[in-house]
């Protein structure tokens, strides 16, 4: 065993079992907000290195074997997490630790035929949550699709808010404009959460002026999302096609949405085999089979009148220069999937449009799970996302009745410093806050802080 992690009785006690992208994540963002982790990895040197890099204790060997499970303290484990990339080996290792312990157990599942049955395996196996980071992406890029003038779209309150990210442009209504005149100019129904500007992340206050460059985060429902981006003459409609290259999970999953959703679809995949199993599960779409990453066969297939690309090699690097020369020569909405590069600066200095990471989808909708198991106080966290590179947290508790915050008028609460709040969902209707609305028993409220760790709603109080 590595490491040494001294237990205290208000820290979690979590075992994380596969220590690759998504693992080594929640390792890092876990044991931030004060867990006792222990990591359970075949391989010798990525428990070394994690082990060395945090305050963890790791265990080498199989994590679906009833002894390396004791050894990893399974017996008094709060938190059971599988993230092997076998789908097989993350549901055996959860039944084992279902088997042996009280804990919750949460398993990464990506093979689309487990996928459909995940409602069934989540009951059967007694899970918690059943994860799939293609799945994730998927839904995330769809999103987007659907609001192509957003560079983000992350959503709330069951889909009915939407925290969306956008860049000012120079010509923008917005630019110049002090917040507290966007009812007036441009919507009331619109709460600009974040900015970023010159690599700072500011909660603004109503006297902050939006300048052109600035990227804003905001909240709405999709109804008023769509008439503000009418109201600044942006793109309002969603594409009606899409080129997709690379034909793994993600783009299975991908092109299912958007051909439910009306959308046609062309996927360039290299591997003939592939090719024919893509045409059998997706009838409806255009397969080639071809390099994605030929100029030429880009051209032929119609990349300069595309309305929306997308590159989802399993390349990193690849994706990155598809992306760079779709935006060269092509007017479509790009969106860019990375899994491994960390060089997270770098990336976004490069104009690649929207960018997706489904390792850190994945772990904030486990994070979010943890920080709700882990409370025991007056609410429970419904979603949760990191935003700016983790740098602000957007948080959806759902609120308890002997919470303190209800029924007191928002303008009396005490609120700590840099944290605004953002909704009040009400029985499905999305209210955007003014200092005279209270929260009651029953709603969800949606946070954004550049804090870090909130449990509970409480934790936004002095």
């Not at 929260?439 to 760790?453: K, R, S």
Request: glycine content about 6%; hydrophobic content about 40%.
């Amino acid at each position: 065993m590595f490491g040494d992690n001294s237990s205290k009785k208000e820290k979690m006690n979590i075992i994380i079992v596969g220590c690759g992208r998504v693992g080594s994540t929640l390792v890092e963002q876990l044991s931030k907000e004060g867990n006792n982790i222990t990591i359970i990895d075949k391989d010798f040197e990525v428990i070394e290195s994690l082990t060395n890099l945090y305050d963890v204790m790791g265990v080498v060997g199989n994590g679906a074997t009833y002894s390396v499970q004791m050894e990893a303290g399974i017996e008094n484990t709060d938190l059971f997490i599988a993230v092997t990339e076998s789908d097989e080996l993350n549901l055996l290792c959860c039944t084992v630790a279902k088997r042996v312990s009280n804990c919750s157990a949460i398993a990464r599942v990506r093979t689309p035929e487990y996928s459909k049955e995940a409602a069934y395996l989540k009951e059967k196996l007694g899970l918690a949550m059943i994860i799939n980071p293609d799945l994730e992406a998927s839904r995330e890029i769809a999103r987007i699709l659907a609001l192509p003038s957003a560079l983000e779209v992350n959503s709330f309150a069951h889909g009915q808010a939407e925290l969306i990210k956008y860049k000012v442009p120079a010509e923008s209504t917005l630019n110049e404009l002090a917040i507290m005149n966007l009812g007036k100019a441009v919507s009331q129904q619109v709460l600009i959460c974040a900015i970023e500007r010159d690599g700072e992340v500011y909660i603004p206050s109503g006297n902050f002026i939006i300048k052109e460059g600035d990227i804003i985060t905001f909240v709405a429902t999709r109804k008023q999302a769509r008439k503000f981006f009418i109201a600044l003459g942006s793109k309002v409609k969603r594409v009606h096609n899409a080129m997709i290259i690379g034909g793994g999970k993600t783009t299975h999953y991908l092109a299912d949405q958007l051909l439910h959703a009306g959308i046609s679809v062309k996927i360039i995949e290299k591997k003939k085999k592939r090719c024919q199993e893509l045409s059998t599960l997706l009838p409806k779409a255009i397969i080639i089979n071809g390099d994605g990453t030929d100029e030429e066969l880009l051209r032929e297939e119609g990349i300069e009148s595309i309305e929306s690309f997308v590159p989802l090699t399993g390349i990193d690097e690849e994706n990155i220069m598809l992306t760079l020369y779709a935006r060269q020569v092509s007017p479509a909405k790009v969106i860019t999937k990375i899994n491994h590069i960390t060089f997270k600066n770098v990336v976004n200095n490069l104009d690649l449009g929207s960018v997706i990471y489904p390792r850190y989808l994945t772990a904030e909708a486990i994070i979010a799970y943890a920080r709700a198991k882990k409370d025991s106080l007056g609410s429970n966290i419904e979603t949760l996302y990191h935003l700016f590179d983790s740098r602000v947290e957007a948080i959806e508790f759902v609120v308890r009745p002997d919470s303190h915050v209800i029924n007191v008028p928002l303008m009396e609460l005490a609120l700590k410093k840099n944290l605004l709040i953002a909704f009040i969902n009400r029985n499905g209707s999305i209210i955007i806050p003014s200092g005279q609305d209270c929260i009651h028993p029953g709603d969800t409220v949606m946070i954004v802080t550049t804090h870090t760790g909130f449990n509970d709603i409480n934790d936004i109080l002095e």
